[in-house]
């Protein structure tokens, strides 16, 4: 049975960073968010929401289900927002939840530096993308989450703590 590292965390708290590292190791890693981004061929933040909510919570988890069966090996799913979706990932392989953690403070810090298309601009929208994350589900996915690793600091941290927590679940 496939292992599924499944990675969950507010946005700009890491996520994306964190699976990075793996995926340096050479570790499969199947961004949510970058699969909808292709879908939608841009903006996906409204359709993320619509599509859960006309398919049901694990629509996206179902999506890419395929492409964990196909990869049939250990693989890192990067941007869990819901229970469902892990429930989902758990009929398919023996799924780890690691949950990236950083303040609001420096999560707004984050998205004021990145600039993606679809970070907000200023605090009031920033706020708001945090309500409707958590109105997901995202804040029991954290809550649930086997691992948590706070991500306060440098890259170098971050790395060191996330590849922890990865050598101890593909080495158990």
């Not at 292709?38 to 993320?48: L, N, T």
């Amino acid at each position: 049975m496939v292992r599924i590292i499944c990675i969950t965390g507010m946005p700009l708290a890491g996520k994306t960073l964190a699976a990075s590292f793996a995926k340096e190791k050479g570790i499969s890693v199947i961004s949510m968010g970058d699969k909808v981004r292709e879908i939608m061929k841009g903006d996906a933040s409204k359709f993320i929401f619509e599509i859960r909510e006309k398919y049901g919570k694990d629509a996206i988890a179902r999506y890419i289900a395929e492409e964990i069966r196909k990869l049939n090996k250990d693989v890192i799913v990067e941007g869990i927002r819901n229970m469902e979706e892990v429930e989902y990932f758990r009929k398919i392989g023996e799924v780890s939840l690691i949950a990236i953690h950083a303040s609001p403070a420096t999560r707004y810090k984050r998205a004021l530096n990145r600039k993606r298309e679809d970070d907000p601009s200023d605090y009031t929208s920033f706020k708001a993308r945090d309500e409707r994350e958590l109105a997901l589900g995202l804040g029991n996915v954290i809550a649930l989450a086997d691992y948590m690793v706070v991500n306060e600091g440098n890259e170098e941290e971050l790395k060191n703590s996330f590849m922890s927590i990865i050598d101890r679940i593909l080495n158990a």
